[in-house]
Every structure is written in structure tokens, then in C-alpha cells.
């Protein structure tokens, strides 16, 4: 009987903490920024999320081509150990709906993003609902950006002017081939999902948010905010990463 005892403590000291692994909730984030912008304005989400106790990686993607920026978050998830929340913001959705086919992703967060289906791109999607505001432009070698003087209304409305005219300074042109490209991998269609509404952005339709994030299934979240709702609330947005996160087993 003894001996039985202690083979029972061994096996369960070898099982238990197997169990409480499966069942923690993802501690690996990778967050993805979309076009006009780089991986800097995730900053404020970024220093909620590691307080709370997560590791945080951001992909500093090109912007070249999806499939340039999909390899680039490729490299990043290599890297994880363990489940992960993939995080795209704008075009980062469409980045993050392909890469999101990794094992590792265990749930998919959009913000204020695209969540297209296979075979669909930025520009389809983009004419289904009329964007807000025409103030793209298209340089000589096929790269677009947002208007200068139309970037801190229609991008940054609600992040404090210096930012605003910060960003706008350092934004970066995407390849316009980017916005062509399709999807091929509908990830969210096997993985849990959430979606932000930025319900006063002006630089994608709100409408057009909330129609792909129903399609979808996702837990759709509304925060009154602009394009770049990650900056100008950080915390909001943060607390949907998180609920993600716990609900990964």
C-alpha cells in the first residue's frame, strides 16, 4: 500500500503541472501595425500588456508586398514558445488573417483592421463600402500615402497634436501592390476572433468593420476612437488582447 502511495504522488506530480500547462491562458502577444505607420505606436499597448505579465513582440514588417510583410510576422512567430494572440491593426489584418495559420496562434485580434476572406484584398474590400476620405497618394514608383494635410483628421484625430504631426512626419509609404494582393488562408475561419470598431475612423468604414467581424463570428468591441484607436487608448484596446489571451486553453 505504501508503495502504491508514493506511485500515485509521482504520477500525479508528473501529470498536474502538464494539465496546468494546457489549461494557462497564452502569455505570448505579437502585435502587427498596419500601412502609413511602423511598429513604434504600439508602444502604449505594449507597456500595458508586458506590466500585466505578457511577453510582447512587435513585427516591424516592410510594407513591400503581403507577402513580404507575412514573412516578416513569420519570423517573429518562429521565435515564440507557446500559444500566441496575433494582434493586426488596419492592413495588419489582412497580414494577421494569413500568418495566423501558424499552430502557435491560438486567436486572432483586429483593430480597427481588415479581416478579408480567401481570395479577397484591400482594394476589393475597400470598394465594397466607400472609404471616408480620398486623401491617398500614389508616388512614381508605386507606393501610396496618406495626404499630408489630410493625415492628423483623417488618421490621428484624437492623439495629442505633437504625435499627430510626429506621425505624419514618419509615416510609411506602403507598395501599392500590397493593397492587390489576396488572401489565401482565411485563418480565422478554424481560430476565435475579435474585432475593434474604431467608430470614428476616417481612414476605414466603420460599417465595413463591423460587416467583415460579423461575417466572421468575431467578438466585436466598439470604442469611440480614430484609425489609430491602439494610441489614442491603449488601455481599451489592451483589455481586449487580454481577453483573448485568457480565453485561450
Do not use: C
Not at 510582447?56 to 507575412?70: A, F, R
Not at 500568418?99 to 484584398?121: H, R
Not at 507606393?143 to 512626419?169: I, Q
Amino acid at each position: 500500500m505504501k508503495s502504491f502511495s508514493i506511485l500515485l504522488a509521482a504520477t500525479a506530480a508528473s501529470v498536474l503541472p502538464v494539465s496546468a500547462a494546457v489549461a494557462a491562458p497564452a502569455k505570448n502577444i505579437v502585435l502587427v501595425h498596419g500601412a502609413y505607420a511602423d511598429g513604434s505606436g504600439w508602444r502604449g499597448v505594449y507597456d500595458i500588456l508586458v506590466k500585466d505579465g505578457y511577453h510582447v513582440s512587435i513585427v516591424s514588417q516592410p510594407l513591400t508586398s503581403l507577402t513580404d510583410d507575412i514573412a516578416a510576422t513569420q519570423r517573429v512567430l518562429d521565435k515564440q514558445t507557446g500559444p500566441v494572440v496575433l494582434v493586426g491593426h488596419s492592413y495588419g489584418g489582412q497580414i494577421i488573417t494569413d500568418a495566423g495559420a501558424d499552430p502557435k496562434v491560438k486567436a486572432l485580434v483586429y483593430v480597427a483592421a481588415l479581416q478579408p476572406d480567401v481570395g479577397e484584398s484591400v482594394i476589393g474590400l475597400a470598394k465594397t463600402m466607400e472609404l471616408p476620405n480620398g486623401d491617398v497618394e500614389e508616388s512614381a514608383d508605386g507606393f501610396l500615402s496618406l495626404a499630408s494635410d489630410k493625415f492628423v483628421a483623417d488618421f490621428a484625430a484624437d492623439v495629442p497634436k505633437d504625435l499627430a504631426e510626429f506621425m505624419k512626419a514618419s509615416q510609411m509609404p506602403v507598395a501599392a501592390i500590397a493593397f492587390s494582393e489576396k488572401t489565401k488562408v482565411a485563418s480565422w475561419r478554424s481560430k476565435p476572433s475579435y474585432g475593434i470598431v474604431a467608430t470614428k475612423d476616417l481612414a476605414l468604414n466603420a460599417n465595413l468593420e463591423r460587416w467583415m467581424y460579423k461575417r466572421a463570428g468575431a467578438k466585436i468591441t466598439e470604442i469611440d476612437a480614430s484609425h489609430v484607436v491602439f494610441i489614442s487608448q491603449p488601455r481599451a484596446v489592451a483589455d481586449v488582447i487580454e481577453e483573448a489571451a485568457r480565453a485561450v486553453k
